[in-house]
């Protein structure tokens, strides 16, 4: 292929992270600007050329597609390879994208582990058992997932947490009731029956001192 001259390099007007490449009075390709940065009209395209272009172009769009999945959420380097791949990238561009999201700090499953264990303990409490196993599913290494799970407190610590977290909802039952549905709420947050079995009891009286609290307060009102 003969040399082509650039003839224009516009903006696309729906993606402003994009530009139109015209070769010789013609539209040719669109490129990120990340990838386009260094050319000028005037400059010469051969056939070597535009095939660095292209294989620069793929890596960015790759780069670009994990960085907007990032962006919703934080993810394990298992998930955001899945997706790269469900996308058409090949292994090879995959492997470039992930090297340099992990030397930038994006992709991280350390911190990873540690953000979805921090977001469940905040949220919706549950225990070890069942973080390890939603830890696994993301493919987070073993390693990684036990120095993460052994830096939380202990299982009585985070039992307590998820039980006072799911008391409100259990107003106006009977002992009996109580402790069934409590019991049930924890057996699903991953707890053993040998660790629930003697929060039950702690959490009814501090459910009956609690609505009494609150009948006091209506009393005096």
């Known amino acids: 292929m003969d040399e082509q001259r650039i003839t224009g390099i516009e903006p696309q007007k729906k993606n402003p992270n994009r530009v139109n490449v015209y070769l010789d009075h013609r539209f040719a390709f669109g490129l990120y600007k990340a990838v386009a940065f260094h050319l000028k009209v005037g400059d010469l395209l051969g056939e070597k050329e535009i095939h660095a272009l292209q294989q620069e172009e793929t890596s960015e769009d790759a780069y670009q597609h994990a960085l907007k999945l990032l962006s919703y959420r934080p993810r394990s380097e298992h998930e955001v390879r899945t997706r790269l791949v469900e996308n058409g990238f090949s292994d090879i561009t995959i492997d470039a994208v992930i090297a340099t999201l992990m030397e930038k700090g994006y992709l991280n499953d350390q911190q990873f582990a540690l953000d979805w264990i921090e977001n469940r303990s905040t949220f919706r409490p549950r225990g070890k058992r069942l973080l390890r196993m939603e830890l696994m599913k993301k493919h987070v290494d073993e390693g990684t997932i036990q120095s ?63 609505n009494s609290k609150e009948n006091e307060v209506l009393e005096n009102e």
């Open 148 to 210: 993460t799970l052994d830096a939380l407190p202990d299982e009585e610590q985070l039992i307590h947490a998820a039980a006072s977290k799911y008391l409100s909802r259990l107003k106006g039952l009977d002992e009996n009731g109580f402790k069934k549905k409590l019991y049930g709420f924890l057996m699903r947050r991953g707890f053993s029956y040998e660790d629930i079995k003697p929060v039950l009891s702690e959490m009814w009286e501090e459910n009956a001192r609690l």
